[in-house]
Nanobody, 117 residues
Framework: QVQLEESGGGLVQTGGSLRLSCAASGRTSSSYAMGWFRQAPGKEREFVAASWGGTSTSYVDSMKGRFTISRDNGKNTVYLQMNSLKPEDTAVYYC???????????WGQGTQVTVSS
């Protein structure tokens, strides 16, 4: 089992920045993929970014250049640095871990990010 706890959400003005953190505990491994997703009101949950282990990362195109994912394996923590935030970035942001296969196996409870115009 892996437990995930997100933090760092909050209210920020358009153009501002936030850094989200996700601390993993339990049966963690630096080889596991760790990712960020978000869900805006009335919308489906969507992929934001992932760290695939090692230095490999991926992003949804619309967030490239504004969001940066990083991880500290010593702390079992993944981060999402979000810059130039827009009102449409308002959502609950979730952290997830992929142990094997193509699905995401463990999820955090989410942290709210609200960007005011």
């Amino acid at each position: 089992q892996v437990q995930l706890e997100e933090s760092g959400g909050g209210l920020v003005q358009t153009g501002g920045s936030l850094r989200l953190s996700c601390a993993a505990s339990g049966r963690t491994s630096s080889s596991y993929a760790m990712g960020w997703f978000r869900q805006a009101p009335g919308k489906e949950r969507e992929f934001v970014a992932a760290s695939w282990g090692g230095t490999s990362t991926s992003y949804v195109d619309s967030m490239k250049g504004r969001f940066t994912i990083s991880r500290d394996n010593g702390k079992n923590t993944v981060y999402l640095q979000m810059n130039s935030l827009k009102p449409e970035d308002t959502a609950v942001y979730y952290c997830a871990v992929r142990v094997r296969g193509s699905g995401w196996d463990y999820w955090g409870q989410g942290t709210q990010v609200t960007v005011s115009s």
